[in-house]
């Protein structure tokens, strides 16, 4: 039990996907301006990963490597998220279409999310078991939502504070996550 | 190389299919009259309207904060079109019936101040300080912002020229 706990927080901490390993900056960007949009797309990304996490640890485990076909891996793993964001989007826009607008082309293009890809590859590089495998990609999707929760709040704050013209909008926002990559960084003296 | 094609036809397939029976499933009624006004508008999406393309302002109209009017390059036959459907009674007075319009600059007038290029929301004037400006005629979308900016009135509205590009042979005459 403890050990899943410990992948747990040292994938959503300690290896960030977004603050450690850079992947998956694109949202962080473009969707942080409020925290209503931020906590929307944090949790559709999140159903995002968890589920291409465990789709494409099936297709890798019982179609590619039996069939010898491993050089379709990328293929493959794309085709599989294009088709769980497609799902998303319909679910989202029947369930909440303020949501969907409020997210707008952000939507669509968590398919070119390359934390998606990125930890579906991890996990098949690191040969974890199915449940591993979906509990990585979980954990990796709640480290993505509290770094977009906790950005989005900071730039709540920074659109009510008197910045210098010269950093005003995305130079400011650069200087802000890269604090708090740093502040992140901290996590890593936890040594799980 | 058989298996290749084979996994990925059966695994295009089932995704194909899995989104297929979704849709169905999770079909999102739109307005249909919202949709019918699309349809009949334009639909070159050029903004002149004020709102983001035509199906915002399709939308507009039928929420009621637009009048059937505020369509320029559908005119009056738009306008009393859209007004038969909605049943609402229109003021044609104030619509011209003269085709889509762009910004020209009148080369003798210019004096070069810039204020135009400032408010073009397509960035469609070209030109510096103390230089005559011009108007590209691909990116204005007839907004007609930059008119009363013009300390000279140098920038009028005039119906779109006939280029290379877009020029058609006229219909033949009916017999």
């Known amino acids: 039990m403890s050990e899943f706990l410990l992948l747990l927080l040292s994938t959503a901490l300690v290896n960030n996907v977004v603050l450690i390993k850079f992947l998956g900056l694109c949202p962080v960007m473009g969707v942080s301006k409020s925290v209503d949009s931020a906590l929307g797309m944090g949790l559709a990304t999140t159903f995002v990963i968890t589920l291409a996490a465990g789709a494409s640890w099936m297709l890798d485990n019982w179609m590619l490597q039996p069939l010898g076909l491993g050089y379709l891996r990328i293929l493959t793993f794309i085709l599989v998220i294009a088709a769980v964001v497609q799902f998303t989007e319909m679910f989202i826009k029947k369930a909440s279409p303020g949501l969907y607008q409020s997210l707008g082309i952000y939507l669509p293009l968590i398919t070119t999310n390359c934390a998606v890809l990125g930890v579906a590859l991890l996990n098949v590089q690191q040969e974890f078991s199915l449940f591993k495998s979906l509990l990585y990609g979980f954990g990796s999707a709640l480290g993505f939502t509290i770094v977009l929760l906790i950005f989005a709040g900071l730039r709540e704050r920074i659109a009510l504070a008197r910045v210098p013209a010269a950093f005003a909008g995305a130079p400011i926002s650069f200087v802000t996550i890269s604090l708090l990559a740093l502040a992140f960084m901290g996590f890593s003296g936890l040594n799980v | ?175």
């Open chain 2, 1 to 175: 190389m058989i298996a290749a094609i084979i996994s990925l036809t059966i695994l295009g397939a089932a995704l194909g299919i899995i989104l297929g029976v979704a849709n169905k499933f999770l079909q999102v009624e739109g307005n249909p009259v919202v949709e019918e006004l699309t349809a009949m508008m334009p639909g070159s999406n050029c903004g002149q309207c004020g709102f983001p393309g035509c199906s915002g302002a399709a939308e507009a109209i039928v929420s009621g904060s637009a009048a059937p009017t505020c369509c320029p390059p559908g005119g009056k036959a738009l306008a009393t079109a859209i007004a038969a459907k909605l049943g609402l009674t229109v003021d044609l007075s104030a619509m011209s019936n003269e085709g889509p319009k762009i910004a020209m600059v009148a080369e003798e007038l210019c004096i070069g101040c810039c204020r135009c290029s400032k408010v073009c929301p397509t960035d469609a004037i070209i030109g510096a300080a103390k230089q005559v400006h011009n108007v590209f005629r691909e990116a204005c979308t007839g907004c007609e912002s930059c008119i009363e900016k013009c300390p000279t009135e140098a920038l009028v509205m005039r119906p779109v020229p006939v280029t290379l590009q877009h020029w058609v042979m006229p219909k033949p005459l009916a017999a």
